[in-house]
């Protein structure tokens, strides 16, 4: 499953590689390439405002720039839906990374394997004193994350990180690399819950250029990784795009109509999204240290192709304003998927959106290596840069000052 | 005074019976959807002897432990939401009995996680399973009079259709398969789901409902105590209402308010 060459075809599966038959990745592509986010009219946005169900054209003049207006309704009406399918409850996690090797070469990321980052792997022991640290705070329910390293962090290896997590938590979802049903059902057999899979953009075009080489690269592969992990087993899926790879609007209606289809398909999953958007990484990864800045040799640690060039200089800032407006209509579209509010965004806007459209906040956040226990010596640089440094018992009190109820664990495991 | 006293007395003994055991109260309440702090508040106003909870939410340990919430001395109804099959809902009930939940169990079995509408089939094969183990099985269901004679030949101490999509406040969209069940089965009919106003739980009590159940309704009302107060009075109206019997509507044409056979001697 490797890939290292640039003139890989990004849409052909490699050897190694599932591939599954199902029509859910034309209907999408078929119509985020269709989607034109200027047609729409303040008169769409009204009729999908007032919609009692919402139809994927809905979503798309929900999304489009003639409902920024109405952000404010959107909001509202988005909150009444969310108290509707969940009440006050909000559910608190925490992300884990267990790895941050990778064999990819994502120009926005600071894992990229080009980068020159302290890579570090945790030992089995060490997963266990970050699970118990972790498990300290109160916490129930945990999310295990990698960088994309088949070589680095197999199945195998994530899989006994399943079997540790399983003993301090009740929810275990991963966000890994996609890899076939075969293994995502040994690690539900491990203990994992749910898979999250960002497919960062559903621009096939930007897509090749911003994943240059690695397994990373083909694109239907990861299109396809929530199809296999419920063929696997998992409960639920997550879907997402990180909003401003591409036009963050026709990305956001591909990553909802993904999820859309795959609720029809497999009507008894857990559906949920994630709303991130392009931020700044790590600076010590050296890439770039904010969304003006553009990237070159000392930031990226190699020379960008003149098309790397164009397609990062073709990325969208994504202001607050627009990213709520992606989450109400989300909400909006599928009321009841469940949806996380990144910890790339500030405490105010996470603290304001919780209960509003999302509905799933983490808390106590390291994206670093072996961050949560003191026990774990020599630690791992980060993803990306969070702006949200809160502890677990500062964002439980948060949430309750807004008279939202915390839970820690919605899942019984028999 | 006589007449008051008489009726008073009528009411006392008007008890809903469930796996044995007596309620005045014939208003449950959900518990899935409250800031725990205000639960408390919710089960008094509304006068409620059972509550809800799902073992799933009963099952943590963490801020939001429900149970610490729940006033003394009211019946635990814990649901086995989350499962997908009779099995699970089996071993869901059974973890909830080692908690300390009692054996009531509410039977709730999902395969669509967007509508979570139950699965009749299942229910009726894991409260026959339940049953027999013991545990007193209230499934909900889908109003459906097949599967709530199945559920009754199952062992199932009452039935909880719902009345509309979970959620949807929408009150009773199944009322006509809701009144059919009233009157061909023998168990306790509980409205469960989709009831969204007071005037919409004293309409089913008023057709026979032998109780009502509510969450979202009350959760995400502006005044919390006060819609479960008016939900109290609603179910108690209703009841009054349809023991005392109802005047007959007639669907077509009119009705003598005298019999037209009244002349007859033999």
Redesign the interface.
Known sequence: METNQRNTNHMEYLEGMEQLQSDIFDRVLAARESYQPESYTSQDVRKALEAERRTAEDFAALLSPAAEPFLEELAARAEKETQRQFGSSVYLFTPVYISNYCENHCVYCGFNCKNQIHRMKLSQEEIEKEMAAIAETGLEEILILTGESPGQADVKYIGEACRIARNYFKMVGLEVYPMNSEDYRYLRECGADYVTVFQETYDPKQYEILHPAGPKRIFPYRFHAQERALQGGMRGVAFAALLGLSDFRKDAFAAGLHAYYIQRKYPYAEISFSCPRLRPINPKAGTCADTESKPDETTIHRELKSDETTAWTARQEVTERQLLQVMCACRLFMPFAGMTISTREREEFRDHVVGMAATKISAGVSTGIGNHSKEVTGQGDSQFEIADHRNVSEVLAALKSRGLQPVMNDYVYV | MEEEKRIQKNLKSDQLILGGREFSSRFILGS?????ELIRAAVEQAGAEIITL????A??????KILDYIPEGVTLLPNTS???TAE?AV??AR?SRELGCGNFVKVEI???????LPDNQETVKATELLTKEGFTALPYMFPDLNTARDLAQAGAAAVMPLAAPI???RGLAAKDFIQILIDEIELPVIVDAGIGRPSQACEAMEMGAAAIMA??AI??AGEIPLMAQAFRKAVQAGREAYLSGLGRVRKTGGEASSPLTGFLRE
């Open positions: 899935g959807k409250y800031n725990v799902a073992v799933r939410r099952n943590s340990d963490g801020a939001g989350g499962a997908r699970e071993r869901i973890l999902m395969r669509d996680a967007k509508y979570l959620g949807s406040n969450n979202t959760a995400t």
